[in-house]
C-alpha cells in the first residue's frame, strides 16, 4: 500500500500501479479510482485554464468576424472535434445562418441557413437547450430537411453536438462541434462546449454593442458635419434673399457649395440661371413635381414650389451621389428658389399694376403730363409708338422679344385692350417687331406713332383703337399694322395724314427703282389703271408693245409682292397714285 501511495504521489500511470498492486484486486481497485479522479481533475484544471484564455482573447477582441473565428477555432481545439461552426440569430427572416466555420471543406454548408426546428441546429434554437447525437443521418429525433442533409453530408459530418449562445435570455445563436465519424459526446464535452457558448455569446453581444455605438458615434459625426454644412448654406441662401439676390446667384451659391452644375429652369422650361453646366447637357427638368429631389437622366432634380404651384425646377448635375445632408441642402435651396421666384413675380405684378394705373392717367389726358412723366419707369423720350393689343392678350407680355422689352415705357390694360407704349419714333419697325407676337399670342395689334408725350400721345391711341377695330372688321387676326398696311381703310377717320409718308409707304419701293434706273413703272401702273387693268389698252395709251406693259407690271409685282393687284391692295395702290401726282403737281 505504501508503494501504491508513492506512485500516486509520483504520478505514476495507471498500468504501473495495476503492476505493483499485483494480486490485491482492493488495492488495485482503489488505487485505479484515485487515478482517474485525478486524472479528471487535471483534465478540468486543463479546461478551465484553456476557458480563462479563451475568455481573456475574446475580451481583448474588437472585430466581429474576428471573435467569431476565434469562438469556432477554440471551439474545435477544446472538444477535439473535426469541425466547429457557428450560426446567429436573423431576427428579420425568422432562421439562423451560417456565419463561422473552422474545419470545414463545403461551400453549400458554409453557407447554410437553418430554419428554427428544422434539423438540430433548429432544434437547439427554438428550444434553447443543447442537443447532439452520434449519427446525425440516420437520428429520426430531428426535423430532416433537404438543403440541411445535402449540406451536412457534403461536409461528410456524422456526430454533432449544438449548444445554444444565449445572453440574458436573449438567443443569439448556436455553437456546434462535429465529427465526420460517428462518436459519442461526453457530458464534460457538452459542458466545457456550453461554458464557451456562454463566453461568447456574452463577448458577441459586447462586440455588437460597441460596433452598434462606433457606428452611431460616426453617423453623429457625419450628423453634425452634414449640420454645419447644412447651417452654412442656409445663411448662405439666407444672405441671398435679404440682400434682395435673384435665382443667378442661388444656381451660383448652390453649384458652390456642392461642387456640382446648377441649371434653374421656369414652369415652362425657359432657363433662368445656369452655374457651370457642361455645353450641350441634357435638362430633364419635368422629372419632378414635388420639393423631393428626384434621380433622373443621370442628374437630380427638384421642383421649386409655392402654394402647390410649379413656379420652376432646379436640374444638379456633374455629381453621381448626393450624401443626405447634401440632398436636403439641394431642397432647400429649390425653396430659396420658389421664394425668390414669388418675390420676382410680386414685384413684378406689382410693377405692372403700377404702370397701368399711370398708362390710364396718361391716355384718359385728364392729368398733369409733366409730373406722370416723372413717374415713368424708364426714362421718358420726345415721341412714343403706341401698340394696342385686341384679343385674349393674357400671353403678349411672355411673348415679347428683347428689342420691344427694351424700347417697352408703360404697358397695361385699357378700355379692354392691352396697351404698350414704345418709346420709339418708327411705328413701321415697331409693327415688324410685334407681327410674330401678335402670330403666336394670337391678337390683333395695331401700331400708331410717332406721337409726342401729352395730348398727342392721347390722340394717337384714340387712332390706334379705330385702327385696331378697322383691322377685326377687315378680319385681319393675328398681325400687327400701320395705318399706312391698310391703305385707305388706315386713313379713314384720322386726324391728320402724312400724305408723303403714306405714298412712301404704298409705292415707295416702285419710285426709288424708277429713281435709280430712269424707269417709269409709275406712269406704267397711272395707264394701266386707267384703263381698267388693261395691258392691252395701256399699251395703246402708251404707245408702246403689250409685251413690254407686261414685262413693267411683272417688275411691279417683284417689288410690291404677288397680291398686288387684288382688289384690296389695286385700290391701296390707285389712291396711292393720286396722291403721289397730287404732291408732284
Same mark, same amino acid.
Given at each position: ?5 508513492? /506512485? ?29 479522479? =485525478? ?110 442533409? +445535402? ?8 456526430? =454533432?453536438?449544438?449548444?445554444?449562445? =444565449? ?24 459542458? /466545457? &462546449? ?7 455569446? @456574452?463577448?458577441? @453581444? ?5 460596433? !452598434? ?9 457625419? #450628423? +453634425? ?32 457649395? /456642392? ?23 441634357? @435638362? ?21 414650389? #409655392?402654394?402647390? !404651384? ?111 407704349? &414704345? ?37 394717337? +391711341? ?29 386713313? @379713314? ?11 412712301? +409707304? ?15 413703272? =409709275? ?63
Amino acid at each position: 500500500m505504501r508503494e501504491l501511495l508513492r /506512485l500516486l504521489a509520483e504520478d505514476a500511470s495507471g498500468s504501473e500501479l495495476a503492476r505493483v498492486a499485483g494480486d490485491d484486486a482492493v488495492a488495485r481497485d482503489l488505487a485505479l479510482r484515485i487515478r482517474a479522479v =485525478i486524472d479528471a481533475s487535471k483534465k478540468r484544471e486543463t479546461e478551465l485554464t484553456a476557458l480563462v484564455e479563451v475568455a481573456r482573447e475574446l475580451a481583448s477582441a474588437s472585430d466581429p468576424s474576428g471573435v467569431l473565428d476565434t469562438i469556432v477555432h477554440r471551439a474545435r481545439t477544446l472538444v477535439g472535434a473535426d469541425v466547429a461552426y457557428l450560426t446567429l440569430y436573423d431576427e428579420a427572416r425568422g432562421d439562423t445562418y451560417m456565419r463561422a466555420t473552422d474545419g470545414s471543406l463545403s461551400a453549400a454548408f458554409q453557407q447554410l441557413r437553418v430554419p428554427l426546428g428544422a434539423g438540430l441546429g433548429g432544434l437547439v434554437a427554438s428550444a434553447r437547450r443543447p442537443y447532439w447525437t452520434t449519427d446525425y443521418p440516420s437520428d429520426q429525433r430531428f426535423r430532416h430537411t433537404g438543403p440541411i442533409d +445535402h449540406a451536412v453530408g457534403d461536409e461528410g459530418l456524422v456526430a =454533432i453536438c449544438g449548444t445554444p449562445l =444565449i445572453v440574458d435570455e436573449a438567443f443569439v445563436g448556436v455553437l456546434f462541434a462535429s465529427n465526420r465519424t460517428a462518436r459519442p459526446f461526453s457530458r464534460e464535452e457538452v459542458l /466545457l &462546449l456550453g461554458s464557451l457558448a456562454a463566453l461568447a455569446a @456574452v463577448t458577441i @453581444v459586447q462586440v455588437r454593442a460597441a460596433a !452598434e455605438t462606433a457606428v452611431a458615434l460616426e453617423q453623429l459625426s457625419e #450628423a +453634425h458635419a452634414g449640420v454645419e454644412h447644412a447651417a452654412a448654406a442656409h445663411d448662405r441662401f439666407a444672405d441671398i434673399v435679404l440682400s434682395g439676390g435673384d435665382v443667378d446667384a442661388v444656381a451660383a451659391a448652390l453649384a458652390e457649395l /456642392l461642387g456640382v452644375w446648377v441649371v434653374l429652369v421656369d414652369a415652362v422650361g425657359n432657363e433662368l440661371a445656369v452655374a457651370g453646366r457642361v455645353p450641350g447637357t441634357t @435638362v430633364p427638368w419635368r422629372e419632378s413635381s414635388s420639393g423631393r429631389l428626384t434621380r433622373a437622366d443621370g442628374c437630380w432634380v427638384v421642383a421649386a414650389t #409655392a402654394k402647390g !404651384e410649379r413656379l420652376g425646377a432646379l436640374v444638379i448635375g456633374g455629381v453621381d451621389d448626393l450624401s443626405g445632408a447634401d440632398q436636403r441642402i439641394v431642397e432647400r435651396a429649390a425653396v430659396v428658389t420658389a421664394l425668390v421666384l414669388l418675390f420676382r413675380r410680386q414685384a413684378a405684378e406689382q410693377s405692372q399694376r403700377a404702370q397701368a394705373d399711370l398708362l390710364t392717367d396718361v391716355l384718359s389726358g385728364g392729368g398733369d403730363f409733366e409730373r406722370l412723366r416723372l413717374l415713368a419707369p424708364k426714362r421718358v423720350h420726345d415721341r412714343f409708338v403706341v401698340a394696342v393689343c385686341r384679343g385674349d392678350h393674357s400671353a403678349v407680355r411672355a411673348r415679347l422679344s428683347a428689342p420691344v422689352e427694351d424700347k417697352l415705357v408703360l404697358s397695361g390694360p385699357y378700355g379692354g385692350d392691352l396697351v404698350l407704349l &414704345l418709346a420709339r419714333t418708327d411705328a413701321v419697325t415697331a409693327a415688324r417687331e410685334l407681327s410674330e407676337v401678335a402670330k403666336r399670342a394670337g391678337v390683333t395689334i395695331a401700331v400708331v406713332g410717332p406721337a409726342r408725350w401729352g395730348e398727342a400721345l392721347v390722340d394717337a +391711341h384714340r387712332q390706334a383703337v379705330r385702327l385696331v377695330t378697322t383691322m377685326v372688321r377687315l378680319g385681319r387676326h393675328n398681325e400687327s399694322a400701320t395705318p399706312d398696311d391698310l391703305g385707305v381703310a388706315g386713313l @379713314v377717320g384720322a386726324p391728320e395724314v402724312d400724305v408723303q409718308a403714306h405714298v412712301e +409707304h404704298v409705292l415707295g419701293a416702285v419710285i426709288a427703282y424708277d429713281a435709280q434706273r430712269g424707269t417709269d413703272l =409709275i406712269g406704267t401702273l397711272h395707264a394701266y389703271f386707267a384703263a381698267g387693268q388693261s395691258p392691252t389698252r395701256a399699251a395703246s395709251a402708251l404707245h408702246i408693245h403689250p409685251n413690254t406693259v407686261q414685262q413693267r407690271l411683272d417688275r411691279v409685282g417683284a417689288l410690291l409682292g404677288a397680291e398686288w393687284q387684288s382688289p384690296e391692295h389695286s385700290l391701296n395702290l390707285q389712291v396711292a397714285l393720286r396722291l403721289h401726282q397730287a404732291i408732284r403737281g
